[in-house]
């Protein structure tokens, strides 16, 4: 199989996986405080084990400042799962999973608050086209508060994982998988206080749907996503990533009869558009759960950024 191909698959699954993560979370029954936990903890058991098998902790790369950094990120990613959990409770799958594929759009607003990056013409007229889908896809009606609840809860959780992204593309030199291990762990002592363990002991054979959002959802899809991106061109990972919604949105009709009508439906191609060019106009990756940097070619390489939950 050639390399190219092989990275098309690998993303595709990659994909595929996170657009049925919403599934696992409401089928866990737990809250979102104790389903993020949980991720975090079998996540954390999944990415340590296979950066061992790779001896990926020799030679590391992390320095003081780096770890913070990272450690800073896993806040932001940390409750940044939260919200959008939180958001499936309150809305659906489908529509907190549009929502929250505005994150480039907080980027680059951060980048323009922060860095003081001039957002050109284009831009605006892409993050015009953005906020028009927004409005349709919403398709909040006056005194609808539950679907403005979660509206707010995806818009949250995607200006999180910009600010995570913001901060962790910073971290040069160090694997991925590192970093993402480090957000995880991170989330542990985080959650701690949050997290009902008398409510978790009874969730019976939730525990399976917990068990697997760590080990599918944080171990085995960054595995795949970060494999992915040292064979595959800037455009094709920007086009593959969009994957991800359209599973989460059938997979969303197929389980819980939830869908999108036909005014919501003519917003999510403006995201998708606007959100692609977007993406592909950047220099620099944006949104990724962990930065994908050249120091430890090939695998942790990547010219742009996939959005996963």
């Not at 595709?12 to 996986?17: D, K």
């Not at 995607?158 to 992204?165: C, G, R």
């Amino acid at each position: 199989m050639r390399n190219e191909t092989r990275g098309t698959v690998e993303l595709t699954l990659a994909m595929v996986l996170s657009g049925t993560l919403g599934v696992f979370v409401v089928e866990s029954g737990a809250s979102p405080f104790e389903v993020v936990f949980f991720r975090c903890l079998f996540g954390a058991v999944a990415l340590g084990a296979y950066s061992l098998a790779r001896g990926f902790f020799t030679g590391h790369g992390f320095t003081a400042k780096k770890l913070g950094l990272a450690a800073l990120g896993g806040v932001f990613i940390v409750f940044n799962w939260v919200f959008l959990f939180e958001a499936y409770e309150a809305t659906s799958i489908s529509l907190a999973t549009v929502v929250y594929h505005t994150q480039p759009f907080f980027l680059v607003l951060l980048g323009a608050v922060f860095m003081r990056e001039r957002i050109s013409a284009g831009k605006l007229g892409w993050l015009a086209l953005a906020f028009a889908g927004l409005v349709l896809v919403s398709g909040v009606r006056p005194g609808d508060t539950a679907s403005l609840k979660g509206l707010g809860f995806a818009l949250a959780a995607a200006v999180l994982y910009a600010l995570a992204t913001f901060v962790t593309k910073r971290v040069t030199g160090v694997r991925p998988h590192l970093v993402a291990l480090v957000q995880v762990l991170v989330g542990l002592p985080l959650l701690l206080p949050f997290a009902d363990f008398g409510a978790a002991a009874g969730l019976g054979s939730g525990w399976l749907w917990l068990v697997g959002l760590g080990l599918i959802h944080t171990g085995l899809m960054y595995v795949l996503m970060y494999a992915a991106y040292a064979k595959l061109p800037t455009a094709k990972i920007a086009v593959l990533a969009f994957t991800y919604p359209a599973v989460a949105m059938g997979v969303d009709w197929a389980v819980y009869g939830h869908h999108i009508g036909l005014v919501q439906a003519l917003g999510v191609p403006l995201i998708v558009l606007a959100s692609l060019k977007v993406t592909l106009a950047a220099r620099t990756p944006v949104a990724a759960p962990a930065p994908r940097t050249a120091a430890h070619a090939p695998e942790a390489s990547s010219p742009v950024a996939t959005r996963v939950a």
